[in-house]
């Protein structure tokens, strides 16, 4: 969060030309770019957790899918090592492939945002800061409860097998990706973001003032739409359809 803070305030220094010009019109909700900024970066911390634990829901279900296929679980002592790598590789394949998806859509997403306007940029970054951290601490604190209340069910109250303990599963399914996957990925896409868009928001103010707005504003349409399908592959082209 510091650091996050820190890139911010050095986009702004930059774009005033150190503190010089006047803040108080554009870094204000009256100013529709910089709100429109605000809104997008909270949209953007919540399209993240969900794709996150999509990625995580549905490899998480193509293991069981192979499990209930491939391994005989009654009257077993232990899965073989070749069923078991195959598991792994299946989880494997699906954290890398949404991290894949992920990473592209926060990459052209952060370039197409950068180069729209400025002040929309910095709006952006100040909500994906505070919008993340607060969702990080959520998601951590309801995933680990949820975590915590099954082993209470099954070590403390010894209701293993009954329905109170079916449903802390059914909530520690929800509460693994919240407090392992989702929370804890937040830091280094905030990182990542006002890293970057400090270089981008500097290379999109050098071309606007070089080439004009309108070689900026074709970028980050195009931008933009790379990073709609990207979207669009984190989420529809990773459910789990019906057979």
């Not at 490899?59 to 192979?66: D, I, K, M, P, S």
């Not at 693994?176 to 103010?205: H, M, Y």
């Amino acid at each position: 969060m510091v650091g996050a803070t820190t890139m911010i305030f050095s986009i702004i220094v930059s774009l005033t030309e150190g503190l010089k010009q006047e803040l108080v019109s554009n870094l204000s909700i009256l100013y529709p770019p910089f709100l429109l900024g605000l809104i997008t970066g909270g949209a953007v911390i919540y399209w993240f957790t969900g794709a996150s634990t999509q990625a995580v829901t549905t490899g998480a279900y193509r293991a069981v899918e192979f499990i209930k296929a491939n391994i005989k679980l009654e009257g077993a002592t232990k899965a073989s090592v070749t069923d078991s790598k195959k598991v792994v590789q299946i989880c494997t394949q699906y954290a890398q492939k949404g991290m894949f998806n992920i990473f592209l859509t926060v990459f052209f997403a952060t370039l197409a945002f950068a180069f729209v306007e400025p002040y929309y940029f910095i709006g952006y970054l100040i909500s994906i800061a505070l919008f993340g951290l607060y969702q990080a601490i959520f998601m951590a604190d309801a995933g680990g409860a949820w975590d915590n209340a099954k082993k209470i069910v099954e070590t403390e109250l010894k209701q293993k097998g009954t329905d109170l303990h079916s449903a802390t599963v059914v909530g520690d399914t929800v509460g693994d990706p919240f407090k392992d996957t989702s929370s804890v990925a937040l830091n280094p896409i905030i990182k990542f973001t006002t890293l970057f868009g400090l270089l981008a928001v500097s290379l999109a103010v050098s071309l606007t003032r070089d080439q004009g707005s309108t070689l900026t504003d074709i970028l980050a349409a195009a931008f933009f739409l790379i990073s709609v399908v990207f979207v669009w592959r984190s989420f529809y082209a990773m459910r789990i359809e019906k057979q």
